[in-house]
């Protein structure tokens, strides 16, 4: 190949990468703060980037507008982790080394999550995670350039499970991804399901490989159990797929399905989604009435022409974190801005949350509903009867908490 063919693949691939994600035309290194992203942009972590895309550059293009952090326009960097956790610890290296990173966001996979997060604290720059929420992020690996701000999975298993608690469930089946996210969720809602009903019993549990869309195995052994419910970690394409080939079996005629029911899902199931399955979500925008949430959902709609998912409100709201530190601390000193972060509250698009600081996680709890059909869109189901479960309830104390992080 000629030296000017490579050097035009070369240059083209470098714009290809910063293109749509804050880059500052004629801005000098010295004018720049650079952000670096570690995403999963493949495979089914694909529906979750393109949402998560939408809000990052409309957050870019706003802070910039507006002078970006302490005058400084902002570039955010992303890079395919494709859910492979060694991959996303070298890209991680490669944003803090050769890009010159100086704060870092996670992905979508918490087994890549786990593997940054040894990377942010080597070098000592600040991640937060906004999708990604293995609960052992803020106990048994915690490190203190770590921040999250999505419900973590014991949240997520234990406030389900105060919400299944309620109904006269005692026969429960479980399906969910063979790696930390499923595990932990799991193990939290296991724990708290013993203690809240000790006469519920978990009748079978199923492991499918992470990433699997084929059920056509797990749905006869689910169905010859006959629970009452089901209780899933599955998520994305992988529970869109289960849903769409559970239907046909009649199985969510004979057990409830609870799962995690994020708008970017709902989307894809369509119709499909069978009418009263018990669900939550992390941030649903028609679930949260607050002036900031409506604001954002305005823009963004009239952006994209579509509403926003929970992850990019999350993703969105990850941002507005660092923002708030920043300015805040009038500095991008990293351990300086762990201190303000700290306890430090902030104007979240769910309204004033939190930073705790022993465990760095915020007061983000979920919302749990009914799927049912909605005048508003016409081609998806909603959860209906929205509430939320707050964090205080099913977070882990900061007893805990401390008894599990590192000495």
């Known amino acids: 190949m000629k030296v000017e063919a490579k050097r035009f693949l070369f240059v083209a691939l470098a714009l290809s990468l910063t293109v749509g994600m804050g880059w500052a035309p004629g801005a000098s290194a010295e004018e720049v703060l650079k952000i670096g992203w570690v995403a999963d942009m493949s495979g089914i972590g694909a529906t979750f980037y393109k949402s998560q895309k939408a809000a990052v550059d409309l957050f870019v293009e706003e802070t910039n507008a507006a002078g970006g952090f302490l005058g400084k326009k902002i570039e955010v960097i992303a890079r395919d982790a494709a859910l492979k956790p060694d991959v996303g610890a070298n890209l991680a290296r490669e944003l803090i080394l050769s890009e010159k990173c100086e704060f870092l966001i996670g992905g979508t996979s918490s087994a890549v999550a786990l593997a ?4 942010s604290k080597e070098f000592k720059k600040i991640v937060f995670f906004h999708t990604s929420n293995a609960e052992s992020i803020t106990t048994t690996d915690f490190q203190p350039y770590m921040f999250q701000v999505v419900p973590n999975t014991g949240i997520e298993g234990r406030g389900y499970i105060l919400y299944l608690s309620q109904k006269p469930y005692t026969k429960y089946g479980y399906i969910g991804y063979d790696y ?3 595990h932990t969720q799991f193990d939290a809602a ?3 399901l013993n203690k809240l009903n000790p006469k519920a019993e978990i009748i079978v549990e199923l492991w499918p490989k992470a990433g699997e869309t ?4 797990f749905i006869p052994t689910l169905m010859s159990k006959n629970p009452e419910v089901i209780f899933s970690s599955l998520w994305g394409g992988g529970l869109a797929s289960f849903i769409k080939q559970g239907v046909p079996y009649g199985l969510f005629k004979k057990s409830t399905l609870t799962a995690l029911y994020d708008l970017d899902l709902l989307r894809a199931t369509g119709l499909e ?3 009263g399955q018990l669900g939550y979500a992390r ?3 028609y679930g949260v009435d607050t ?5 954002f959902v305005k823009k963004y709609t009239e952006k994209y022409n579509e509403e926003p998912a929970d992850w990019a409100i999350m993703i969105y709201d990850g941002l507005l974190v660092l923002k708030k530190a920043i300015e805040t601390a009038k500095t991008f000193d990293a351990d300086i801005l762990v201190k303000t972060l700290e306890g430090m509250k902030w104007n979240s698009l769910r309204g004033e949350r939190y930073i705790r600081a022993e465990d760095h996680m915020a007061n983000v709890g979920i919302y749990v509903g009914t799927t049912a059909k909605d005048p508003r869109f016409k081609n998806f189901l909603i959860l209906k009867d929205v509430t939320e479960v ?3 309830k099913a977070w882990l104390s900061v007893e805990e908490v401390k008894k599990l992080q590192p000495k």
């Open 116 to 119: 940054v997060t040894k990377v």
């Open 180 to 182: 930390a996210y499923g």
């Open 190 to 192: 296991k724990a708290l």
């Open 214 to 217: 084929n059920y056509s195995s």
């Open 273 to 275: 989604m069978p009418e």
């Open 283 to 285: 941030c649903p925008f």
């Open 291 to 295: 002036p900031q949430m409506a604001a």
């Open 390 to 392: 707050p964090a205080e």
